[in-house]
């Protein structure tokens, strides 16, 4: 058997089952050398660099590993694709922060790296409406689009006017582009991911836990993680209080890992059928 | 009944409410309801099915489905 036992058929591959052990073992790890401060900050600060961008890679290439998985052609395939490319670009853009950072001692903002993740964004983006949009022949999709519009506006409004404009805009502890980007990245978590994300949730909710929505569901899990991490992270820097280290790191480990399950669930779907 | 049998191998997949929209699609199509369908109309159930799943689901996911139908 290649699968894992769940019920009386295999559901969920060895592949899924160790993504979800192994990153949760790597993120209790990770978690516990930062806390516990082996290695001093030196080492702390690699962590939180290293980490978050060690899990990226693995759910880019869990997602184009899906993606080309599926028929050249395939609906599935477009979708997947484009989300794996966005994640792409996301470790694109953390490698290339991470260079600039070691080669001018601070983060030069904004430049490639920035430029690299509002790609990735707007390429996650663009594969999760397409997966969402898929199901227009067999659920009315206008009305999760208006419930997460009106819920992702709502919470972009909330977080821009409690959060970031007392804090960021206001609060003095960044200026200039620094500032700009520490609004923008919160923001483009809510509209252009987490509101896609809960699109797509509520449309795959009416398949009332069917195979089908379950890849959808962990990755949109995932963006969900990512986007409380960014905006805790924008808030806290501009209060000064966030340090490498910060328990809102987990968000950032524990993110690419929910979108790698979700990505590799999908190929379960092919290579488990039921029945057989 | 074939209309019942059929939203069960649907089910595991897409859960009851689009297993019963596909059933219902291909009954409208034949001028039939779910219940009057018949083994006689598993090509276009088959082919409905095929339209209805092939953005959301796999090409060897859907003939999984289809050859379960058919058997």
């Not at chain 1, 769940?6 to 073992?25: H, I, K, N, W, Y």
């Not at chain 1, 904004?110 to 594969?127: F, I, M, S, W």
């Not at chain 1, 970031?164 to 990245?185: K, Q, S």
Request: charged share 15%; glycine share 10%; hydrophobic share 50%.
């Amino acid at each position: 058997m290649n699968g894992v036992q769940l019920l009386s058929e295999p559901l969920v591959s060895r592949r899924t089952m160790a993504l979800a052990v192994g990153g949760l073992v790597g993120v209790l790890v990770v978690r516990a050398l930062m806390g516990l401060q082996v290695g001093g900050e030196p080492t702390s600060r690699l962590l939180a660099e290293a980490g978050p961008l060690a899990v990226l890679v693995v759910a880019a290439a869990v997602t184009l590993r899906t993606a080309l998985g599926f028929e050249r052609g395939e609906s599935l395939r477009r979708q997947w694709s484009l989300i794996g490319l966005g994640l792409l670009a996301l470790v694109g853009g953390e490698l290339a922060s991470f260079f600039a950072g070691a080669a001018l001692g601070a983060s030069a903002a904004p430049g490639l790296p920035d430029a690299l993740r509002v790609t990735g964004y707007v390429l996650l983006c663009t594969g999760l409406l397409l997966a969402a949009f898929s199901y227009r022949d067999l659920i009315d999709a206008r009305v999760p689009l208006a419930v997460s519009a009106v819920v992702s506006y709502g919470i972009g409004i909330v977080v821009y006017f409690s959060l970031l404009e007392p804090y960021v805009i206001a609060g003095g502890g960044l200026t200039g582009t620094a500032r700009a980007l520490a609004v923008f990245y919160p923001l483009a978590d809510v509209l252009g991911a987490l509101a896609p994300a809960l699109f797509l949730t509520i449309v795959v909710s009416r398949l009332y836990g069917g195979r089908l929505s379950w890849p959808w569901i962990a990755f949109a899990l995932g963006v969900l993680a990512l986007g409380v991490s960014d905006t805790a992270h924008s808030v806290l820097s501009s209060a000064d209080l966030y340090r490498p280290g910060h328990p809102l790191e987990t968000g950032w480990l524990l993110a690419p890992i929910l979108m790698a399950i979700g990505a590799s669930i999908a190929s379960d779907v092919v290579e488990l059928p039921l029945g057989e | 009944m074939l209309a019942q049998e059929v939203r069960d191998v649907l089910h595991p997949y897409v859960g009851p409410i689009i297993a019963d929209t596909c059933v219902r699609a291909t009954a409208l199509s034949v001028g039939k309801t779910c219940e009057q369908l018949d083994p006689g109309d598993i090509p276009v159930l088959s082919a409905n099915i095929r339209r209805l799943l092939s953005p959301i689901a796999s090409r060897p996911t859907i003939e999984t489905i289809v050859a379960r139908i058919s058997a």
